[in-house]
């Protein structure tokens, strides 16, 4: 499996910016090796970290580390549930501070995405 060119970079962003604008799941494309499950993982992981919800699967044997890579962890849980009632504690401001660190309007938009994907997921901090 090689890596993404420029075309194929550009068509992913564009998959996940439209996805965003339309308030849809960024569902990734195939890995077609599904006997090289440690690159699969990284792509999962890459995928996630770029703002990928989720990607399709070519093998069952895929759909685990699919699982693992996009239900959201604990921790992602817990700060998120965080960020959402410190905007609701404080009126719903422009912008909160948690910890020494400052949250705005799109941070809360993410916290709150995140919190409705774990609970789609029975995730619960």
Known sequence: HGRYTDVFRHARTMTILAAGAAEVAA???????FRDMAAFQAECMEAERDGFTGKMAIHPAQVSVINAAFTPSGEAVRQSAA?????AAAGNPGVVGIDGKMYDRPHLRLAERLLARAKAAGVSA
């Open 27 to 33: 569902i990734d494309t195939v890995f077609p090796n």
């Open 83 to 87: 960020i959402v009632a410190a905007f």
